[in-house]
């Protein structure tokens, strides 16, 4: 029953997803006065300027809690990016491995709260932020191989893409669409397949999968850089299970 109700609204999509691809505008504007995205009430309200955000070059000592943050790798706390479908959300031994070291906030409301969960052994709760249906397949993995290992894309660039500027942000907030015709859209794009020069001619298997996908292998497109390109993939079930 299940399958036969997943295969109708897959069905029933054809049409949708046909006028789906013809949509121009890739990131439609956001419905929030700020343009960032709504905002989630998280049970800790976790600075992500502070901890991620650029250091501050003008005050050296970084003094100023409101201006400049410790350039910490997204990648620290999101551990599993690189290598599994989800990115992860930090479990609270990370939070406290630092902060039973930092008496500077020790004594802060959040702080505080921070130590609440630690003594109770509770997990903080946090609330998601994306959240894709089940029936939508996605992978940080791959993306994150084929624009910060393959192609050396700096990670908060990757990352932005579909996150915007969570640097700059408190508590995460949704900027991209993360729509269908939003994924379609960056799919449809050539991307470079090969960039480094260490890498042999057609890219690692991961270059070449981008064709893979395809019943049709595409013809070999160039950039005006010379590089190898391919598109993404756009295949229904590639997307969905
Ligand atoms: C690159 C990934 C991708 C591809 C390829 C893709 N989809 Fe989707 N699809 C999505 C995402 C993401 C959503 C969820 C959109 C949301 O939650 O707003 C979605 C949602 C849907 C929905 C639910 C209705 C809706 O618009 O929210 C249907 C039906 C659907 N897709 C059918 C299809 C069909 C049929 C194809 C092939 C022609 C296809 N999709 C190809 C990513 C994709
Ligand atoms: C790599 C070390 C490190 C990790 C890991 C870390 N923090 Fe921090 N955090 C800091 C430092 C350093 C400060 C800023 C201290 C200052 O301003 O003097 C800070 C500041 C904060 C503040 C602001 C405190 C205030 O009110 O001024 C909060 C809230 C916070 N961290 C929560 C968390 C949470 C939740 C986690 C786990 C998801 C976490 N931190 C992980 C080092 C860390
Ligand atoms: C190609 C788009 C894309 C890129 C690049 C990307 N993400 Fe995501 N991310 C998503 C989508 C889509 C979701 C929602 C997944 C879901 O609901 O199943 C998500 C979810 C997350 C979540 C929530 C927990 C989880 O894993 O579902 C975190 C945290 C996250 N991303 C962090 C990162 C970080 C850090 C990077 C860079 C290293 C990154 N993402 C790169 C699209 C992307
Ligand atoms: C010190 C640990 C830490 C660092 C460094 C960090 N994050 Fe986070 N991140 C968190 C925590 C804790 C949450 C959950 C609270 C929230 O949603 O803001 C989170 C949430 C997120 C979410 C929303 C997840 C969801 O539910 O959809 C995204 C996206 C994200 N982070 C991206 C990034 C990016 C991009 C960077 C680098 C610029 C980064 N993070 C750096 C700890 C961290
Ligand atoms: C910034 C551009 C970009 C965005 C945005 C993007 N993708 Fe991709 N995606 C790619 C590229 C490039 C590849 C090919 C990667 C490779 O094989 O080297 C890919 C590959 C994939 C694959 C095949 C690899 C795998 O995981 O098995 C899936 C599925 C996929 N993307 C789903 C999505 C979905 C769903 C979204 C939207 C939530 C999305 N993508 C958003 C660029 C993008």
């Excluded at 997803?17 to 956001?30: E, G, K, R, T």
């Excluded at 100023?64 to 989800?86: F, V, W």
């Excluded at 491995?97 to 609440?116: T, W």
Aim: aromatic residues 8%; hydrophobic residues 30%.
């Amino acid at each position: 029953m299940h399958r036969i109700l997943r295969l109708s609204i897959l069905l029933a999509g054809f049409l949708m997803a046909a006028s789906c691809y013809a949509v121009s505008d890739p990131q439609p504007a956001l419905t929030t006065e700020d343009d960032l995205g709504p905002q989630v009430q998280q049970p800790i309200e976790f600075p992500h300027y502070r901890h991620a955000g650029n250091r501050n070059t003008v005050d050296l000592t970084n003094s100023d809690p409101t201006k400049g943050g410790m350039e910490i790798n997204c990648q620290y706390c999101h551990t599993y990016a690189r290598r599994s479908l989800t990115a992860g959300i930090p479990p609270l031994q990370k939070c406290v491995g630092c902060h039973q070291n930092i008496p500077s906030v020790r004594d802060k409301p959040r702080i505080v709260e921070l130590f609440k969960y630690w003594d109770a052994k509770k997990a903080i709760p946090w609330k998601k932020v994306h959240d894709l249906p089940d029936f939508v397949r996605f992978n940080h993995e791959r993306h994150i191989k084929r624009f910060i290992e393959q192609q050396g894309r700096p990670v908060q660039e990757v990352c932005g893409y579909c996150h915007g500027q969570v640097k700059e942000m408190t508590t995460a907030r949704r900027q991209k669409p993360i729509s269908m015709g939003w994924c379609v859209s960056c799919h449809m794009k050539e991307h470079v397949v090969v960039a480094k020069g260490d890498i042999p001619e057609g890219g690692t298997p991961i270059g070449k999968q981008a064709y893979w996908y395809t019943f049709q292998k595409p013809a070999e497109k160039k950039n005006a850089a010379g590089e190898l390109t391919a598109k993404g993939p756009n295949d229904c079930w590639l997307c969905h299970k």
